[in-house]
């Protein structure tokens, strides 16, 4: 095609004949179907089934042979019928179904190898064991930090991550023994990295570095893919490097250093979103921003995937989805290069892409994805696309069986899929109702593929994203430049700071612009619908796209259907609280307390306004907490009251500041834990907000609301010594410092419109009786609404409950939590005492208004 075109850049529309060669499509399957079944099989099956394989397909091919020579012999004699099966044509050959055979052989013995790589050597058995061993291990992955993680009230501690492969291992009776056995390397991070004052030693090792452990060996979580256990490294002291990395590895990790300084001084979105675009560097990426991405799947932004590779690929050969014009866009042709030299430029390249964002294998099934744009420059022929996408899944599987069980392969293989089948012809019937040529090509490749990947996605997050079409539309125009700049900031960040900083200054601009549309999407109170996380939901999911595409091909007639559902779905997802309101009931007006369903938590809004709202603790998720608050309306905080340091009150801070005006952060003067304390001064001092301590005595009033702070006692006089147990005496005594947090959170009488609602935040037994004894005690007697403490454990004082009498009895607790949560004990000792009982994980979130002697209650 490019031969006769007489031009040495080819010809400028080559049009491909003939329907997609979909030959190389079912042995691509066939591998990746046994790689995925096959590495746990016992060795004896796999060999078995390579073998029948094997012969299966040598058979075929034999056959082939003879049918050959039987078809040579029949247009001799004029017998057309030799050479089908049955005596008619078939579209499936004996030699298809041979490579297919073939291709499944291939895979289930490389699957057969890796897999017993796990299960050779002395380290299975000393993962049984659990024992401690010393070890010589190389680094064969970037060091990362785990993600926060609350477990009940407190944070889980962070840790550094490494794979690795375990070179020599010292068992303990002396013994020794060289191996190489892939295993994960779990190194505590330390207290000064948990609270972000310092950056672990490990965090600086570079893939291909020795270094020497003394670790206790661990089984691996559910069997554990790609490694054969777990090495868990405690103490938080350097490592002991026993080997340099590698020249190539030392070449990247200086680039990648350089990229990160250049980078350093950016806005915190910005300076953490460009290593993520460039290289897939996530590490300076915020628990809060992370999950933005995940709730509008613009994840794939962040990771090494095709697309990174694609749009720098794309300047020198150009957009890779205009195969047919492929030559007459990019670098290329206007530096004069024939279509073989681009592709040659192109392969070298990949080779550099790889060698800088490191040869694992995401890395690798991004260079391969990616460059199936170089193989419509070499032909020509957009045909010739889906056969090198099958050739790229059949080449990566056999280099690397565990790719057949990765979620980030499989959807990386189906949204390249959907561009290079789905979206031309979406495309086209857009531009053939009258959509421009770039919105349309837009349009189609982003809804064509989160068509085919929402099924997955659902399986993994078990949610359904109803903005990631708008949001991808919306990205794509600033990912390409904040890529393109960010890869020139890596490459002249090594010898030109000065000029990397400034290229880095302006990809910051379109980075932060893809930070605020996925910070906005997320905050969306419809911007996903939870979904059944299991593979019979992907399914019912697959179907309900299914139908919604053939349903989309009759509505893409009419326009002013189009645009009533366009309408349709921003209401769904804005959700104007007017219209909400109107919907729902909810928020119910005049509302006065509202207690927010944030899972395994407390979050608590008391009304001050409107729009204007006091927070009592965030819960332990920002993205629930801030969802509560815009349901609510509330734009204005004068206060945000943290009773008590437990993550599960205060993780979800973040959410809480989000895009609000907050006057001041209020805390108990107990800092325990240190981490979650120090968490929440960052969180003030990034914003500008005063924090201050509350004190028994204490009286504010803003709007229609007052409230009185009756616990924790004021901090007694430095040279006190204060008894840890509060005095059983009657008699008037000095009220005594609790021991814990729980015992420290700041208890509030609020008043509001009539109403009063006691709030213990997670008040025990020792120190509600010490309330009870305390000069506040007095005000306790008859309250209308209680927030029970500690999520309605069992561990209550029944003569408080007794006391306070509420008529209605507010627990925040997680459905299906871990602790038993609220207790039926407690349950029944308010209910005892006649009070309604509503809990968060039961009846959602619940709203309390009225006045005097009536309440309102409503519930979401």
Known sequence: MHVGAGSPLGAA?????????????????????????????????????????????????????????????????????????????????RASVAAVLLCAAGAAASAGLHGADLRRGPIPELAER????????????????????????HAAPTAVLLDAEVRQVEEPGGAQARIRTPVLLIVDAGPGLARGKARSPWLSLLPSTRVRVTARVVPALGGGDRIAAVLRVRGSGPPGVVGQPSAPQRFAGELRSGLREATGGLEPDARAL???LVVGDTSRLTPELDGAFRATDLTHILAVSGAN????LALL?????????????????????????????????????????????SVLRAAACGSIALVAVATGRRRTLIPALATAVLVLVLYDPWLARSYGFLLSVLATGALLTLAPRWSAALRARGVSPRAAEALAAAGAAQAVCAPVV??????????????????????????????????????????????????????????????????????GVDWPGSWTGALSLACVIAVLVLIGRRVLRNPWLCGACGVLLLLVTVQPPPLTRVITGWPPPGWRFAMCDVGQGDATVLAAGDGSAVVVDAG???????????????????????????????AGLPGVLRDRSVGAIETTDFEEPLAQAEFVRRQAAVRGIPVTRAAAGERRRTGGLDWQVLWPPPSPPPDSAPSPVPSPSPSPSPVLRPEGPNDASVTLLVRSAGLTMLMLGDLEPPAQQALSRSEAGAALAAVDVLKVAHHGSAHQDPEFIRRVAPRLALISCGADNPYGHPAPSTVLALEA??????????DGAVAVGGGDDRLLVTRD
């Open 274 to 276: 460009l290593p993520g």
């Open 130 to 153: 659990y024992a401690q061993v010393t070890a010589e291990v190389e680094v064969t992955s970037d060091p990362r930090l785990t993600r926060p993680r609350i477990k009940g009230n």
């Open 317 to 361: 050969i150009g957009p890779a989805g205009r195969a047919q014009q492929i030559e007459r866009r990019g670098l290329a042709p206007r530096l004069g290069l024939p279509l073989r030299a681009t592709a040659l430029c192109g392969g070298a390249l990949t080779i550099g892409f790889v060698i800088v964002c490191r040869p694992d294998p």
């Open 620 to 650: 332990p998720d920002p993205v629930l907490v801030d969802r509560c608050l815009r349901a609510l309306g509330i734009t204005r905080i004068p206060l945000v009251v943290l009773t008590h340091f437990h993550a599960d009150h205060v």
């Open 458 to 527: 659902a399986v993994l997050s078990a949610r359904v994203s109803l903005v990631a079409v708008p949001c991808n539309l919306l990205v794509e125009f600033a990912v390409a430049p904040a890529t393109v700049l960010g890869f020139a900031t890596l490459v002249t960040a090594s010898w030109a700071m000065p000029v990397a900083k400034v290229l880095a200054r302006c990809a910051s601009w379109p980075a932060g612009w893809i930070a605020d549309i996925a910070r906005a999407g997320a905050a969306l109170p419809g911007s």
């Open 833 to 842: 005492g006649g009070a309604q009982v509503l809990r968060t994980d039961v």
């Open 309 to 312: 590779f694609t749009i720098v």
């Open 13 to 93: 529309h080559p049009r491909q004949e003939g329907p997609t060669d979909l030959r190389l499509v079912p042995p691509a399957l066939a591998a990746w179907a046994t790689a995925a079944v096959t590495p746990d099989m016992p060795p004896g099956w796999t060999a078995a089934l390579v073998g029948v394989c094997v012969a299966a397909a040598g058979w075929l091919l034999i056959t082939v042979r003879g049918t050959a020579r039987g078809r040579a012999g029949d247009r001799r004699t004029g017998d057309r019928r030799a050479g089908s099966w049955g005596g008619r044509r078939h579209p499936w050959s």
